[in-house]
């Protein structure tokens, strides 16, 4: 699937897949959507100081790793 077909979702729909609100946890970066529900790091919707459910894109530059972490993952949707 190229990402110009990938499903796409607004700010609220993605912070409703927070790990509290729906089981999933999703987070964005950089105009995707990853769907980190089976991360191990990310349970109950946290990974450190920061939640999911959000656009994490200004907030990578405050994070001990590079925008690389985000290979392991498939791109589920676009933020619109």
Do not use: C
């Not at 970066?29 to 991360?39: A, E, F, H, P, Q």
């Amino acid at each position: 699937m190229s990402l110009d077909t990938l499903p796409t979702y607004t700010k609220f729909q993605l912070a409703l897949r927070n790990g509290q609100d729906k089981d999933e946890i999703w987070v964005a970066y950089k105009g995707l959507i990853y769907d980190l529900t089976n991360s191990r790091l990310w349970r109950n919707g946290k990974h450190y100081e920061h939640w999911a459910g959000q656009d994490l894109t200004d907030e990578l530059k405050d994070a001990p790793h590079t925008e690389r972490v985000f290979e392991k993952f498939v791109p589920i949707a676009r933020l619109v």
